[in-house]
């Protein structure tokens, strides 16, 4: 009689197990428990659950008992395992090689840096489970090898879902795994990881596509996330130290506060909104003591720094990372046991993610510290910690049927189909979850595009709906390539130090075409440098003592606040307001939102100091119901708690009026 299985790790082929008990796992974590059986029963999942909680293995040690049973002995690619980043393929690339050295499963990467020789070899020899991202695999899916590896997939894995869904970038990648399902005539097991998010059910549909079901395993927040909301004041000492700093009293105070918090810490992770804010912090704290532990961390960096960096705050060599979005994803930078987010987060959903990365050790509590800016930016973070810590976040909004990731794809059929019917391209696609209301109107706009460009994209008969590749396709080849990438590009500048000739990181167009002269200072990777010459896209650069340098900024900064974060602000300005008008001090109601909000009376009272001043002064208070119109000198000041997108548009049609 066979013995029934004592936790999910003993439902995995032996030689599986045998290494679960090699790497020391004693028993699965919640979402390895919940998600290992489901996969093993060839269902579709998506699996929500924070960071740290084992959710690479959960996907991939299933598959792996799966294709060990299956047809490993068949040449192809059985797995695709899709990361939105590059440092994530070569992260997730050693994180996966112990497993499948041991079991002589062929495990590759392929992604925009690979060399041709690695490529060649992929090609002559292709691995069991490739290693790529959505950009290489529109890059793969047109080329006539790869291709042929891909008709024996069975398992695609898609990390960190939710960083995709909400953009193009995902839009195009549902499309591609629709072609995969065309091209091989059948269907594979989607495995979707995410971080917390809202509408999970959404994503779920998005990772599948239309008509095919799929199961949300869901692991709550709740291995326990404590925050803490503070708001410097400046101090004695800060006004000293802010004239060291070549700052503000305001800005020393803050700065202060974290090293204290790094000291007190083995290992922190500061996380900023921006680049520009990484380089303005990581350069003060290297004026103030040029061997202070901490280092830099943000995408603009050249590779070699990056990983320099991660190394060096895993083996213990750094305390402390000033970093940005570019370390929110699961790359590998050893237990984290406190983050630091400088000024508000701005969303509810990027809070979760990023305290997610303390406490990296199962059943720790994530630790988590937001020092905040001013008092409308202590409002701000009060509300995100309060939603967060609630688990109300933000809902993912999917882009509907965009028509430039669209037509790239039927470029990409059309690099493999000479013919295509107006029918067969709309059957394939509307299967997509971002273009399940896709009409043939739609498909007909977006050929008449391709037919009337020029160089012609293809020639199109509108009587008998179909579409015809053109006689020459160099135009259709260098649109289709050159187009892989949804992420809107900027043109770029390499950095070079001069007496290395090493890469030090990238600089954009606009920041060059106001500072790039010989002569000029400026900041990065946490340091000085001062242009010596330019040419072509290099920018030679040599080190300078002068702490004092521009500081560059780079495309695609801005985090929106969202309505619903912007809403809660008003409601805690409104809440003050009418405590006061019930006679309550402003104390007492500063101590019933603390009972709410992770900070204590003071920094509450301090950032509720105009309301409780408008309060007092009989003049209403703005609230998420009450838009206040302010006359300041030459200025009209509008207050409206609708979030970034709303008051941008309130905005342009205010302009358009006037």
């Known amino acids: 009689m066979k013995e029934s299985p004592k936790n999910a790790f003993d439902l995995l082929v032996k030689p599986v197990r045998r290494l ?6 004693s028993k699965p974590t919640e979402p390895q428990e919940k998600t290992i059986s489901k996969i093993l029963e060839g269902k579709n999942v998506l699996l929500i659950s924070p960071t740290a909680t084992g959710k690479t293995e959960a996907a991939f040690l299933p598959v792996l008992s799966m294709l060990l049973q299956g047809q490993q002995g068949t040449p192809g690619i059985k797995v695709l395992y899709i990361t939105p980043l590059r440092a994530l393929n070569r992260d997730m690339l050693e994180r996966l090689e112990w497993w499948c050295n041991t079991l002589d499963v062929k495990l590759a990467v392929r992604h925009g840096d690979t060399e041709t020789k690695e490529r060649t070899r992929q090609a002559r020899s292709p691995p069991d489970i490739l290693i790529t991202t959505p950009e290489t695999l529109q890059a793969i899916l047109s080329g006539w090898i790869m291709r042929q590896h891909l008709q024996q997939v069975r398992w695609v894995i898609i990390d960190e879902v939710h960083e995709m869904a909400d953009s193009k970038r995902g839009s195009q990648l549902s499309l591609a795994l629709e072609r995969l399902r065309s091209m091989i005539d059948r269907d594979f097991q989607m495995i979707g ?33 404590r925050l803490k909301i503070v708001f410097p004041k400046p101090e004695a000492e800060d006004f000293k130290l802010s004239s060291r700093l070549y700052t503000h009293p305001e800005v020393a105070a803050r700065l202060r506060i974290i090293r204290d918090y790094i000291s007190k810490h083995k290992s922190v992770l500061l996380f900023t909104n921006t680049r520009a804010i990484s380089e303005v912090l990581a350069s003060r704290f290297k004026v103030w003591d040029i061997d202070f532990p901490v280092s830099i961390h943000h995408g603009s960096l050249a590779k070699p720094s990056r990983i320099a960096a ?26 984290i046991d406190l983050v630091i987010q400088y000024m508000s987060p701005r969303q509810v959903t990027r809070l979760i993610q990023r305290v997610g990365r303390s406490g990296h050790r199962i059943g720790r509590i994530a630790e988590g510290i937001v020092v905040a800016m001013d008092s409308d930016d202590t409002l701000e973070a009060l509300a995100i910690a309060g939603k967060a810590l609630k688990e109300d976040l933000e809902p993912v909004e999917i882009p509907p049927k965009p028509y430039d990731a669209l037509s790239h794809q039927i470029a990409g059929l059309l690099l493999k189909n000479r013919r295509l019917e107006f029918d067969e391209i709309l059957a394939m696609f509307r299967n997509a979850y971002p273009y399940t209301e896709l009409t043939l109107e739609d498909v007909e706009k977006i050929l008449s595009y391709m037919h009337q460009r020029f160089p012609r994209l293809a020639w199109v008969s509108f009587e008998d709906k179909v579409v015809l590749r053109p006689r020459r396709t160099k135009a259709l080849f260098e649109y289709y390539f050159d187009n892989l990438s949804m992420i809107p590009e900027e043109k770029q500048f390499f950095v070079v130090d001069e007496s290395s000739d090493s890469a030090i990181g990238v600089l954009d167009e606009a920041f060059m075409a106001e500072y790039g002269k010989p002569g000029t200072k400026f900041i990065i990777r946490g340091s000085p440098w001062q242009i010596l010459h330019v040419s072509e896209e290099k920018v030679h650069v040599k080190p300078v003592d002068d702490p004092t340098g521009a500081i560059p900024s780079w495309i695609g900064e801005e985090i929106p606040v969202p309505f619903e974060v912007a809403q809660e602000v008003g409601a805690i300005r409104g809440f003050v307001e009418k405590q006061m008008k019930n006679g309550l001090s402003p104390e007492e109601a500063a101590a019933k939102l603390s009972e709410h909000y992770p900070s204590d009376e003071d920094t509450i009272l301090r950032a509720l100091a105009e309301t409780i001043e408008h309060a007092k002064s009989g003049l209403p208070v703005p609230t998420e119901k009450r838009i206040i119109i302010e006359d300041w000198e030459e200025f009209v000041i509008i207050h409206a708690n609708f979030g970034s997108l709303t008051n941008r548009a309130l905005a342009q049609l205010i302009g358009q009026v006037l």
């Open 193 to 225: 990881l995410s971080a917390t998010i809202g509408s999970p059910e959404k994503v779920a549909q998005f990772l599948v596509g239309k008509g095919r079901s799929v199961e949300i395993v869901r692991v709550p927040v709740a291995r326990m996330m």
């Open 20 to 25: 679960v008990e090699q790497r020391g796992f």
């Open 310 to 335: 991660e190394r060096g705050l895993k083996n213990g060599e750094l305390k402390g990372l000033v970093c940005t979005s570019s370390l929110e994803l699961g790359i590998d930078v050893g237990r």
